[in-house]
C-alpha cells in the first residue's frame, strides 16, 4: 500500500515561507492525487493543494491560491508544499494523502474534508506567529 510521510513543519514569524515535503513510497496510480490537508485547532480538516499522480494536473484552495504552490520530484518519491507569505491563520496540522483524483475534482475545493482520500500521513504541525 501508499506510504505516506510528512516532514518540515514548525514555528514561523508571519510572512515567512516555509517548505513541507512528503514522501511518498510502495504504488503508484496514475488516477490518483497526492494531496495536502490541514487542520487547525478546533477546526474541521480542509484541502490545500493536490496535483495528479499520472498527468500532473494540480487543484487548490481559493485561501491560498497566491501564496502556496507544490512540486513533485520526476520520480514521485516525494510532494512538497511550498508556502509563502504564511499567516496565523495557517496555523494547522498538515496532512499528505493520497486519493482518487475523480472524486476531489468532482467536490467543492473549499470546502473538501479529505473524506475521499485513501492514504494518509501522520502529518507535520505548522505555527505562525503574528
Known amino acids: 500500500q501508499v506510504q505516506l510521510a510528512e516532514s518540515g513543519g514548525g514555528s514561523v514569524q508571519a510572512g515567512d515561507s516555509l517548505r513541507l515535503s512528503c514522501a511518498v513510497s510502495?504504488?503508484?496510480?496514475?488516477?490518483?492525487?497526492l494531496a495536502w490537508f490541514r487542520q487547525a485547532p478546533g477546526k474541521d480538516r480542509e484541502f490545500v493543494y493536490a496535483v495528479n499522480w499520472g498527468r500532473g494536473r494540480t487543484y487548490f484552495a481559493k485561501s491560498v491560491e497566491d501564496r502556496f504552490s507544490i512540486y513533485r520530484d520526476l520520480g514521485w518519491n516525494s510532494v512538497d508544499l511550498i508556502m509563502t507569505t504564511l499567516k496565523p491563520e495557517d496555523t494547522a496540522v498538515y496532512y499528505c494523502?493520497?486519493?482518487?483524483?475523480?472524486?476531489?475534482?468532482?467536490?467543492?475545493?473549499?470546502?473538501?474534508?479529505?473524506?475521499?482520500?485513501?492514504?494518509w500521513g501522520r502529518g507535520t504541525p505548522v505555527t505562525v506567529a503574528p
Open positions: 510502495g504504488p503508484t496510480f496514475i488516477d490518483y492525487v
Open positions: 494523502a493520497a486519493g482518487p483524483e475523480r472524486q476531489l475534482a468532482a467536490s467543492n475545493l473549499n470546502n473538501n474534508d479529505g473524506s475521499g482520500m485513501v492514504y
